[in-house]
T-cell receptor, first 117, second 112 residues
């Protein structure tokens, strides 16, 4: 069974602070993909990143970075020097890699990030 | 580029009424999903489809039915609406479950 846990329900930071959003996952599959999506106050869901289970290298994109650790089943997301525009709900998600009718994309419960000016 | 379009955007139903939510995508994606979003519950998968003519149950399928008669459309039906089905519904599509999913704007459904 697949499961994604985002233990942090809400986080509040002051602008320019660094913040890390935690994601812990469970799967029996050896090959899988992990995702992060952003949902700003306007409501749409925006794809941020995809990472496969064979690639544990950290990834950095501007102020965003992701730390994937298979040993702890975690895929954490860090925002450096946060800005008010980063305020949103962030979702972590998991999907197996192989084809078949049992493939499905499962989301965590999300973390609401509020960045105060 | 339309992407994923959901119809309607808002709806109020009385308990016991039925309705169908339509999701249309123009990206020739194989996979389509219906999720519901409730406070503190995140996005929960209702039903999904891995191709035209196929459907499968997700995490919370009870009270809903789906059909995928055409590749570009994925319909979500509520046969007898209940207040517990008050939620925001999102449709999504993707090439496969492990590729980027594109989401519709959401449908806010209230059952009174």
């Amino acid at each position: 069974a697949q499961k994604v846990t985002q233990a942090q329900t809400e986080i509040s930071v002051v602008e320019k602070e660094d913040v890390t959003l935690d994601c812990v996952y469970e799967t029996r599959d050896t090959t899988y993909y992990l995702f992060w999506y952003k949902q700003p106050p306007s409501g749409e869901l925006v794809f941020l990143i995809r990472r496969n289970s064979f690639d544990e290298q950290n990834e950095i994109s501007g102020r965003y970075s992701w730390n994937f650790q298979k040993s702890t089943s975690s895929f954490n997301f860090t925002i450096t020097a946060s800005q008010v525009v980063d305020s949103a709900v962030y979702f972590c998600a998991l999907s197996p890699f192989y084809g078949g009718a049992t493939n499905k994309l499962i989301f965590g419960t999300g973390t609401l990030l509020a960045v105060q000016p | 580029n339309a992407g994923v379009t959901q119809t309607p955007k808002f709806r109020v139903l009385k308990t016991g009424q039925s309705m169908t939510l339509l999701c249309a995508q123009d990206m020739n994606h194989e996979y389509m999903y219906w999720y519901r979003q409730d406070p503190g519950m995140g996005l929960r998968l209702i039903h999904y489809s891995v191709g035209e003519g196929t459907t499968a149950k997700g995490e919370v399928p009870d009270g809903y039915n789906v059909s995928r008669l055409k590749k570009q459309n994925f319909l979500l039906g509520l046969e007898s609406a209940a207040p517990s089905q008050t939620s925001v519904y999102f449709c999504a599509s993707s090439w496969d479950s492990y590729t980027e999913a594109f989401f519709g704007q959401g449908t806010r459904l209230t059952v009174v």
